[in-house]
């Protein structure tokens, strides 16, 4: 175990650990101390992107931040099942092997997704749910994009390629920013650093497979998690998850609150960390049952 004492906060040192799941070596972050919240990174994403969230949340929360395998610094498989379900069960394994008996979950994009069936598995095991632009069945974006890069005929190009083209990368990467005037410097750098592992672009690819039919199994399972109290948090410039979709996903909750941002994009916790960190620990202070 490697203990890095995080730049925000010295006096809670982030520690590192490794478990496994499936088989695979999976690094993940904890630190703090009090009730359990756990971190779903986003599509190609792994824990740097809790960075900024991390000190600040783990002044009031023991906060766990896996690399999802496939990603990060976690193994990557070519055999691994990377359908909505499968990934929702080895998150729960991983709290399993965490010791994790109930949290608070907060997952971002394709990890909100995660959070969500995660949670519909086993609705008894989660307090609350904060989702930062989810992915969700009723967001229109990547509707044809999707088919395309999954195409037999295309699929191996794009894999062949998209570990060579940095300008690319970075296109779609700024992209996701709804004033690029707030990327810190290094960030794009810190993303970009696990997609040189051979596999990660593969994993993406898996993802993107079932996705058609991850959406309508998840819209299926929404009944099931109705009652947890749920944060939603968007960029009204989101130009990933169409921001137009989460009023349709708020009604799917009998709790729920929608924060949109304005001027951001789909990462608020890049682009705005600060106000973004507020919103999510004034959540979880509330007494919501």
């Known amino acids: 175990m490697v203990v890095h004492p995080p730049s925000h906060s010295p006096n809670l040192p982030v520690e590192e650990w490794r478990t496994n799941l499936d088989g695979l070596s999976c ?74 008996a109930s949290c608070d979950l907060l997952g971002t994009s394709h990890g909100g997704a995660l959070a969500m069936m995660a949670a519909a598995l086993a609705p008894q095991r989660f307090r609350r749910l904060i989702l930062v632009a989810p992915a969700n069945p009723w967001s229109a974006r990547g509707r044809f994009l999707i088919p395309f890069l999954c195409n037999a005929w295309v699929a191996p190009a794009f894999l062949h390629l998209a570990p060579r083209l940095r300008i690319l990368q970075e296109y779609y990467f700024r992209r996701l920013f709804g004033d690029t005037r ?50 939603l948090i968007w960029g009204d410039r989101d130009a990933a998850v169409y921001p137009v979709s989460a009023d349709r996903l708020k009604t799917q ?17 890049e682009e705005v960390p600060e106000e973004f960190n507020r919103a999510v620990a004034l959540f979880l202070s509330a007494n919501h049952r």
């Open 27 to 100: 690094r993940y972050q904890r630190a703090g101390s009090g009730p359990a919240l756990l971190l779903v990174h986003g599509l190609m994403g792994y824990s740097f992107s809790w960075r900024h969230t991390i000190p600040v949340l783990a002044q009031q929360a023991t906060v766990y931040a896996l690399d999802m395998p496939g990603t990060g610094l976690s193994d990557r498989s070519p055999d691994l099942d990377c359908t909505l379900a499968a990934s929702a069960k080895r998150l729960l394994a991983f709290m399993d092997k965490a010791g994790i």
């Open 182 to 231: 707030r990327i810190r410097p290094g960030t794009q750098e810190g993303y970009a650093a696990p997609l040189r592992t051979p596999g990660s672009f593969e994993y993406g690819v898996s993802i993107l497979r079932t996705w058609k039919a991850d959406m309508r199994q998840l819209e299926a399972a929404l009944p099931r998690i109705a009652h947890i109290p749920t944060l």
């Open 253 to 269: 909750f009998q709790t729920c609150r929608l924060l949109m941002l304005e001027g951001v994009g789909h990462l608020p916790y």
